[in-house]
């Protein structure tokens, strides 16, 4: 034997590590296995709700980049540019005004819904497989990712029993107004930072409250409000409102006013509580608020006094206000809905009220089953709050203005308040229905007479109406492969701007494709966004066509080519020079493309062709 072979002392220290290793392995395993053993039923509720949301947005995925959204198809280019624009922020290639679109001016993204928080953290998606795929995927997280935080909200905080938890969370992810906003609103359907904020609301509460039950013998040595908790409870508050407000602003603030509605009205109810609490809770509130004022101060100034901000909403509340009708009629979107129900509202992307009467009546009925609850009477004061604003400025009935004032005239002249889109305000009644629902079915379940099977039967015969239908979808053109080759590097450089022909518009973005196609890499002048371009600076659609944008737009419509003299020449190279344009280029596939190709020849002199496109240094 060799006197240098190992003895078996020097052998038994690897041996022992690895042993150790393999132990600590299969605890993990073991530890792992447990865990999931132990929220089995949770995982699988979240399973079935990952399974509908993504048949419900089944359309998208044999190929994102080649299908989109039949019904609103404009604000998924919005959306999936958005996304391709707020990637660019892990490139170290990003600002608050973005000058990849409205060259030169630029877009402020804050006074835009740009979903900048989720942007960001798909970035490496959106890089890797392109905006579409993201969009997809965000549709259908979003429905389920809400569904689920509401039913551990009202499993965990309401201890509601799983199968009045899952109702309810089903309800919140998957009612008529989310499936409806689904249609490219992905700043509308991203709630599930809400139930987290609510969470924060009731543990700041109870943290506040000297009177509280303690939690252990070792908190019943301790009288009045636990402080660290309601410190902790107010930075996480603040952490969420400061994430929701660049995700999608408009969902905090309906969820703000309907907590502070359901808060005053609890408050009658429990006048003791109030009283006790109110002091802390006020506090925990301001602490709350002033650090989110740290992070958000300078984007809310930049979103309302910043370059091309705007102080004020765009859209009409008396267009966008709920028809009456609406409540109790079923959404198109829903398996026993009607496409005639469309009339009442005024897109398919705002269904927002159309829970359908056999969910109000079993709502109604399990409200006052439910009994005399603090939470059941601020529920229902919410509620009708709620559904009255939707109703706008003037009541609406079949289509037919009442001239009855609605209690949203209240607030006609209120600073950005006045801006909001009345109808959806519905939207904050889905987790109000959704909390009374749970109450019933929870008591029914603890109970051992007939109403352990009849309410929960009742409830979910009023849900099966109501019940989604996948979203229709629909082939989309392809992008150059000028653009999807790379091979606009050749006219243009990273950053600058391109001008495709004809340039994109509110409602024919589809030149902005191309953007998304090449990860924002190059700006477009004009667009699709929201910018200071209305009367007296007041926030409008897109922004005005320069003259030589206006010619090829008319000659894209008609296909008649226009005389072209010196004028227009001069003219065009004016425009180019104002746009800072370096190129302007015309796919094959354009409208009137041969048109097009004419009059940009006798604009800008013979064209270079580059791929599938015709091109112009300019």
């Known amino acids: 034997m060799s006197s240098a072979a190992p003895t078996a002392p020097d052998a038994a220290p690897d041996q022992a590590l690895r042993l150790v290793d393999q132990v600590e392995r299969r605890n993990r395993a073991v530890r792992l296995l447990a865990a999931v053993r132990r ?46 624009v707020d990637a660019r922020a892990v490139l170290g290639d990003f600002s608050l005004l973005t000058d990849r679109l409205n060259a030169p001016d630029g877009v402020n993204l804050m006074a835009n819904t740009t979903v900048i928080a989720l942007g960001i953290v798909c970035a490496p998606l959106t890089l890797l497989l392109g905006a579409p795929v993201t969009f997809a995927l965000l549709a259908a997280a979003n429905l389920a990712g809400t569904a689920l935080a509401w039913y551990l909200l009202f499993h965990r905080t309401l201890r509601a029993r799983r199968l ?27 709630q599930w930072l ?51 407000v660049f995700i999608g602003e408009e969902v905090l603030f309906l969820a703000a006013v309907t ?16 009283r006790r609490a109110l002091p802390g809770f006020a506090g925990g509130l301001a602490i709350a608020a002033g650090l989110a004022l740290m992070v958000l101060g300078y984007p809310l100034w930049f979103q309302f006094a910043g370059p091309q901000g705007v102080a004020d909403g765009m859209f009409s509340p008396a267009y966008f206000s709920a028809d009456l009708s609406s409540w109790w009629t079923i959404s198109p979107l829903s398996v026993a809905g009607s496409d005639q129900a469309s009339r009442l509202t005024t897109g398919p992307a705002e269904y927002n009220t159309f829970l359908g009467w056999p969910l109000l009546l079993v709502t109604a009925v399990c409200a006052i089953w439910a009994g005399p609850r603090r939470l059941v009477f601020s529920c229902v004061a919410a509620a009708l709050v709620m559904g009255a604003l939707s109703l ?47 109450l019933a079915v929870d008591r029914a379940l603890r109970t051992t007479g007939r109403a352990r099977r009849l309410v929960p039967l009742a409830v979910v015969a009023a849900l099966l109406p109501i019940f989604p239908t996948p979203l229709p979808t629909a082939e989309r053109p392809a992008v150059p492969e000028f653009i999807t080759g790379g091979h606009w590097r050749q006219c243009v450089r990273a950053g600058g701007v391109l001008v495709p022909v004809p340039l994109p518009t509110p409602k024919e973005p589809w030149p902005m494709r191309w953007a998304t196609a090449a990860d924002a890499g190059f700006g477009m002048p004009e667009g699709f966004f929201i910018g200071p371009y209305g009367r007296g600076g007041t926030a409008a659609m897109g922004t005005f066509k320069q003259p030589t944008s206006a010619l090829l737009a008319d000659v894209a419509r008609r296909g008649d080519q226009p005389a072209i003299g010196d004028e227009q020449r001069r003219q065009a190279a004016r425009d180019a020079e104002f746009w800072g344009a370096s190129c302007v280029a015309l796919a094959d596939d354009a409208p009137h493309a041969e048109s097009l190709r004419a009059t940009l020849e006798q604009l800008y002199g013979p064209a270079t062709r580059i791929a599938d496109a015709w091109t112009w240094r300019v």
Not at 180 to 188: A, E, G, I, P, Y
Not at 204 to 214: E, I, S
Not at 404 to 424: F, K, N
């Open 392 to 438: 706008g400025p003037e009541v609406v009935l079949g289509g037919t203005r009442t001239a009855l004032p609605g209690p949203y005239a209240l607030l006609s002249g209120l600073p950005v308040v006045d801006g909001a889109l009345p109808m959806r305000f519905g939207l904050a009644l889905l987790p109000i229905v959704a909390t009374l629902l749970v």
């Open 39 to 84: 929220h089995r039923a949770d995982l699988l509720v979240a399973l079935i709700w990952v399974v509908l949301a993504g048949w419900l947005t089944h359309g998208l995925w044999p190929d994102p980049g080649g299908r989109t959204l039949a019904l609103n198809p404009e604000d998924q280019a919005l959306y999936e540019w958005f996304l391709a």
């Open 164 to 190: 009045a938890a899952a109702l309810g969370g089903g309800l919140c992810g998957f009612g008529p107004g989310m499936v409806s906003q689904t249609n490219s609103h992905l700043h509308m359907t991203a």
């Open 194 to 244: 809400v139930p987290v904020i609510v969470w924060l609301v009731v543990r700041l509460l109870r943290a506040a409250d000297p009177g509280r039950t303690p939690a252990s013998s070792v908190d019943a040595l301790h009288t009045g409000p636990d402080r660290r908790r309601m410190f902790s409870s107010a930075a996480g508050l603040a952490a969420a409102v400061v994430a929701q």
């Open 259 to 274: 907590l502070l509605v359901m808060a005053i009205s609890y408050a009658v109810a429990d006048r003791d509580l109030a």
